[in-house]
């Protein structure tokens, strides 16, 4: 994260204007991506269809950045995949939770989302409410956002959602700063203490994620594609993120749509 301390008033306002207009682009983008998924399609289609739309749209796919190759242009985590999920060749069927985690680069600084959906609408009650109480574990802790607040505020307020949900609180997998890099501190986890951590201050820009699962938390990478988080007793993972950026009097959430 760009240390706001030492950085001048232009720059600062550089860099949110760039945000705000490269979240925009973002929470459209996702908007239409979930108007677009249908069962059917394959990982790997709805994974060149978002490449096409992030150049469209003026904008860079982060992914291509990262130093590790990452086979694609967006996560797409399907079932019992909780994050990182590789694009794949497999279709999607109606009824299966698939989250899609996507990082654009616009005017030099990234901007990240996520959002869990049944694919065709339709599902298991329990994922359905999975999703509803984890999208909701999201807004209670973009609430704790102000100058002077601390980083175990938003853990704990998603955590205590989470938990009254019955939901699995994933620990090993955290939100983060992000500005002209993808991943900056501070480290923002989904569980925490009120008043402990990092003290935000106005100007940062930060990503809140949760991330929670129908039963145990613990997960592993797959050893095939190297990327897509599992959980280790193959229930169903779910994740949701804003880019938030703190302002003089709160909080703003850059990545939302028109």
Known sequence: MLNINNTSPEK???????MREGGKIMGNLLRDLKEYVQPGMTGKEID??????????????????????????ICISVNDELVHG?????????????????VIFYKGYHTDSAFTMLVGGKGSPAVKKMISVTESSLYEGIEQVKPGAH????????????????????ENYVGHGID?????????????KKGHGYKLVEGDTICIEPMSCLGKPA?????????????KDGSIGCHFEHTILVTKDGYEILTLPD
């Open 12 to 18: 600062l306002e550089e860099k949110i204007t760039a």
């Open 180 to 192: 002209v890099s993808m991943h900056e501190a501070p480290e923002i986890p989904n569980y925490g």
């Open 219 to 231: 997960n592993y990478v797959d050893k095939q594609d190297h990327w897509s988080v599992k959980m």
């Open 86 to 102: 590789a694009p794949k060749d497999e279709p999607l069927e109606e009824g299966d939770k698939v989250s899609f985690d996507l």
């Open 151 to 170: 980083i175990g505020d938003i853990g704990a307020a998603v955590e205590k959602v989470l938990r009254k949900g019955n939901l699995g609180v994933i």
């Open 48 to 73: 060149q269809w978002v490449r096409k739309e992030i150049v469209k749209r003026g904008a860079k796919v982060s992914y291509d950045m990262l130093e590790e190759e990452f086979p694609g242009s």
